[in-house]
């Protein structure tokens, strides 16, 4: 787990998967890499979960950095060896703003013992009042991009044209495949840690499972959503909010990972729909009931996008 400022959803989440593992008698270590939180989330992790292997940063690491951190304690990557841990170790990796239920975590280890060639599974996603949640999802394509900016019909965004899989798969109850999970939830086989490496450090946040999933499929192995293992998923009510940040790091991920897997007229049209994507929502923001610092930090953040894209044309050109 990796945490920041989170300490209250840090501590329910801790105590979810302490359960969890006391029901289903599993041997287990837990980690927690924080990245330099200052609501005392350190702290209480040493208090309250001592026998958890805590690794306080001093800086905040970013998601990849911090994870490849407690998979490098724990002698994972592609050139690792773990002679003292077994050829089928399997590692869990949660937000902290999940809460696992009942016996989720052996059900995603029962599901990675039946089916050997997986590489990585997701958990079924559920709103804290049990309502559904989308946790399985196809590679992006253009069809999502341009959603994301012109959100047609509340039914697209739920189809497969937005990568969404279709929730009968969820209700089967049976494990299927898929391209990612939402990062949220992955249990990973050690295996295929060790042969693909760990995740990619160039992601500050966003993008990184998804890189991670493009990179195992190119091996051989298969992604999986577990529907019977299921897992609450705290989504925040600030992430409902527009967070310039949050979205600048956002479109950064999402040029790196077009730039590792994607052809040049994928990308071609790519910028294009953002660019046309980016106009709608500037001319959309300067006639809206903002105040003008609220403004000003969409617009200024609309403008870092664009500019993130000239790098990524002038090495095309080159």
């Given amino acids: 787990m990796v945490s920041y400022n989170t300490c209250e959803l840090t501590r329910k989440c801790l105590e979810s998967v302490e359960t969890s593992l006391g029901r289903s008698k599993l041997d287990a270590d837990v980690w ?8 005392g989330t350190a702290d ?24 490849n951190v407690a998979l490098r304690a724990m002698r ?38 039946r089916h050997p060639g997986t590489g990585m599974q997701g958990a079924s996603l559920l709103h804290a009042d049990g309502r559904f949640q989308h946790s399985a999802f196809r590679f992006p394509s253009l069809a999502q ?13 739920d189809s497969r044209i937005n990568g969404r899989y279709p929730r009968s798969l969820y209700g089967a109850g049976e494990p299927f ?5 939402l990062g949220a939830v992955m249990m990973v086989r050690a295996e295929a840690i060790r042969q693909v490496g760990l995740m990619d450090e160039g992601f500050f946040m ?14 051989g192995w298969e ?15 600030s992430t409902r909010q527009f967070r310039d940040r949050m979205f600048v790091e956002l479109w950064r991920s999402r ?33 809206a009931d903002l105040d003008t610092s609220e403004r000003e930090s969409r617009l200024g953040a609309y403008r870092q996008v664009l500019e993130m894209m000239s790098p990524f044309e002038q090495a095309e050109r080159g």
Avoid at 86 to 111: F, K, S
């Fill in 32 to 39: 927690v890499v924080d990245n330099a939180s200052s609501d």
């Fill in 44 to 67: 209480m992790i040493r208090t309250c979960f001592p026998r958890a292997h805590l690794i306080a940063s001093p800086e905040n690491l970013g998601f990849a950095r911090a994870n």
């Fill in 76 to 113: 994972l990557g592609r050139s690792s060896v773990r002679p003292d841990g077994p050829d089928d170790l399997l590692v869990l990796l949660l937000n902290p703003d999940t809460e696992v239920q009942g016996e989720a975590i052996r059900t995603l280890c029962q599901a990675m013992d």
């Fill in 145 to 157: 991009a341009f959603l994301d900016f012109f959100p047609l019909h509340h039914r697209l965004l």
């Fill in 177 to 181: 495949s898929i391209d990612h999970p």
């Fill in 206 to 219: 966003y993008c990184e499972e998804v890189d991670w999933c493009f990179r195992m499929k190119a091996q």
């Fill in 223 to 237: 992604i999986q959503c577990v529907p019977q293992a299921r897992v609450v998923h705290h989504v925040a009510q």
């Fill in 255 to 287: 040029f790196r990972l077009f730039s590792k897997h994607y052809g040049p007229a994928y990308r071609w049209a790519l910028r294009h729909i953002v660019r046309l994507g980016l106009w709608h929502e500037a001319r959309r923001v300067r006639s």
